[in-house]
């Protein structure tokens, strides 16, 4: 008997570090009052936090990563799509800066562009750009064998979703198939996952009428939603199955799905608070050690916005996101370690809205 409860403890054990290691922390570093590069690298050791996010490839920070065997998810960032669109111009970014750190530090993933979209204004004349650029960096990153280490592909923002509810029958949107379609192509030839960055704060901020703060913050006590046996406690599974079910319906049912960003402000804006946040926060660590009703058992990668409180972002509600404040202190106790997460589950029950009224509107992070 004592034999067997050491051998459970240690698989208990074991499945708690594999959960936390899924959960990295997005670096966002537009603050005039952030720590140095090297100070953020050893704040993210220092939490035992093994993944990070580079919106773009910052040689001061990527220094600092020399050796620490954190994980990166190296951004390309928007305004550089156009230029990587020439195969040459990619082959030089490549080594410029992933192959003059490898393998020193452990790039992971290469996120060709983030949230640009055919329909969104302000990234539409961009998105002709994404698939070549995606192209030419994968194809670069092949050349120099490291196809199976560093997987290429493009973050996108859950607005490209056109039908949400019922989750199973997840679908794009019409107008943005000629957009994705290759794109999908192309990550399903590279065996790659999609990156997806998953809010549930904006659903319920734009529908706190019809999307209950439970429903949000992963805190309702039962199933608020059924949909053909599989049963949604949470808007956050609601949100990637819907997005399962659209990659399914666009011959991209064999992609994972690397959720690249995810988070709860702490102020600026309708149901923001540091309670709302923590508890958001706390559970979405506590729950991607598992899976979706349509992929159960599975664990999502995720990572969080953001590391830091970013003051010279806009609107005010941009400010907020940071898990750490500029001068490291740790604004919630998170525990990305995996030996003790805070249970905050009994928090914030309310009236549940009945299945039929829930309505998924993805906004984003602007």
């Known amino acids: 008997m004592a034999a067997t409860i050491l051998l459970l403890a240690f698989i208990v054990a074991n499945l708690g570090i594999s959960g936390a290691q899924s959960v990295g922390v997005c670096y966002g570093m537009m603050g005039n009052n952030l720590p140095s590069k090297s100070e953020v690298v050893a704040l993210y050791k220092s939490n035992n936090i093994k993944r990070m996010r580079l919106y773009d490839p910052n040689h001061e920070a990527l220094n600092a990563l020399r050796g620490s065997n954190i994980e990166v998810m190296l951004g390309v960032p928007n305004s550089e799509l156009q230029s990587l669109s020439n195969p040459s111009n990619a082959g030089s970014w490549v080594q410029r800066n992933v192959l003059d750190f490898w393998p020193s530090v452990r790039i992971k993933y290469i996120a060709v562009g983030n949230e640009v979209s055919p329909i969104n204004g302000g990234t539409a004349w961009l998105s002709q750009f994404v698939r070549p650029a995606l192209v ?86 039962s199933v608020v939603v059924w949909d053909k046996g599989l049963g949604y406690q949470n808007l956050f599974d609601a949100m990637l199955d819907s997005l399962y079910s659209a990659l399914e319906g666009a011959w991209g049912g064999s992609l994972d799905v690397v959720v690249s960003e995810s988070g709860w402000p702490s102020a600026g804006g309708f149901g923001t608070s540091d309670d709302n946040a923590r508890t958001y926060l706390t559970n979405l660590i506590r729950h991607v050690k598992g899976g979706t009703p349509k992929r159960p058992n599975k664990p999502i990668e995720t990572y969080i916005f953001a590391m830091f409180n970013e003051n010279q972002k806009s609107p005010e509600l941009e400010k907020h996101f940071g898990v750490f404040f500029p001068d490291k202190r740790p604004k919630y106790h998170l525990n990305f370690g995996g030996e003790r997460i805070w249970d905050v589950s009994a928090e914030h029950n309310s009236t549940l809205p009945l299945a039929s009224d829930i309505v998924f509107l993805f906004n984003k992070r602007v």
């Open 136 to 221: 030419n960096v994968f194809n670069a990153v092949r050349s120099a064998g490291l196809q199976d280490q560093i997987k290429v592909s493009t973050a996108i923002d859950m607005t490209l979703i056109g039908k949400s509810f019922p989750p199973t029958e997840g679908a794009f949107r019409n107008d943005v198939r000629g957009y994705l379609d290759p794109i999908i192509g192309h990550l399903v030839y590279a065996k790659t996952p999609l990156f997806a960055n998953i809010y549930t704060y904006f659903s319920y901020a734009g529908n706190p009428g019809q999307i209950s703060l439970p429903y949000a913050l992963f805190t309702s006590p």
